[in-house]
């Protein structure tokens, strides 16, 4: 069973909407949890990083929490813009290694 | 460009023949890693690097994969004798060796086996 596990898989959303994807993992203990933007035939980039004592950061319209309690994060995206469309990965990186536990992306398009 | 790159972007080739892909990363990081990622799914792991040093190997890297980082700079990864499940996309990605560990990822190096 995958560590971390994204819903929805894909959504479709208008543009200036808002949207939130969600994240629940079972690593533990961990050090960190990322969000990771995905565009298309390229490679993944960062778009935030919480420890564990975190509960919000930001990143301009992107939005990410967390909930050590519960092992669940989510990414809110606000007023979508095209160049929103990309998948979203989340990544936690269990305490004392690096070998980074991936979700399969949610893969979100935004429509004019 | 002070980012990951890699070379070649995108690579077709024959099943049975063998290809090798390079990555460059941020200067002053001393770790590398590959990962593969086919279509819908998150990247896997398959080596890193730390300097020059392989410390570690996933299970998905076969005997036809090879992984090499020679004098800590660039890192090359080898597939002999491709395969058609070898297709996807190759991923390098480099870190500095601190708490956060921030991965920067390439680009990337779509494989597509015939």
């Known amino acids: 069973k995958n560590q971390v596990e994204q819903s929805p898989q894909s959504l479709i959303i208008l543009e200036g909407k808002n949207c939130t994807l969600q994240?629940?993992?079972?690593?533990?203990?961990?050090?960190?949890l990322r969000w990771y933007k995905q565009d298309t035939g390229r490679g993944p980039v960062s778009l935030t990083i919480m420890t564990f004592s975190e509960n919000t950061k930001s990143n301009g319209r992107y939005t990410a929490t967390l909930d050590a309690d519960t092992k669940q994060s989510s990414l809110h995206i606000t007023a979508s813009q095209l160049s929103d469309s990309a998948s979203y990965i989340c990544?936690?990186?269990?305490?004392?290694?690096?070998?980074?536990?991936f979700g399969k992306g949610n893969q979100v398009v935004v429509i004019p | 460009d002070t980012g990951v790159s890699q070379d070649p972007r995108h690579k077709i080739t024959k099943r049975g023949q063998n290809v090798t892909f390079r990555c460059d990363p941020i200067?002053?990081?001393?770790?590398l890693y590959w990962y593969r990622q086919t279509l819908g799914q998150g990247p896997e792991f398959l080596t890193y690097f730390q300097n020059e040093a392989q410390l570690e190997k996933s299970r998905l890297l076969s005997d036809r994969f090879s992984a090499e980082r020679p004098k800590g700079s660039f890192s090359t990864l080898e597939i002999q004798r491709t395969e058609q499940g070898d297709s996807a996309m190759y991923l390098c990605?480099?870190?500095?060796?601190?708490?956060?560990?921030?991965?920067?990822f390439g680009p990337g190096t779509r494989l597509t086996v015939l």
């Open positions: 990544v936690v990186t269990p305490y004392g290694n690096n070998r980074l536990a």
């Open positions: 994240c629940n993992y079972t690593v533990s203990p961990f050090s960190n």
């Open positions: 990605a480099s870190s500095l060796s601190h708490n956060t560990d921030t991965q920067y």
């Open positions: 200067s002053e990081h001393n770790r």
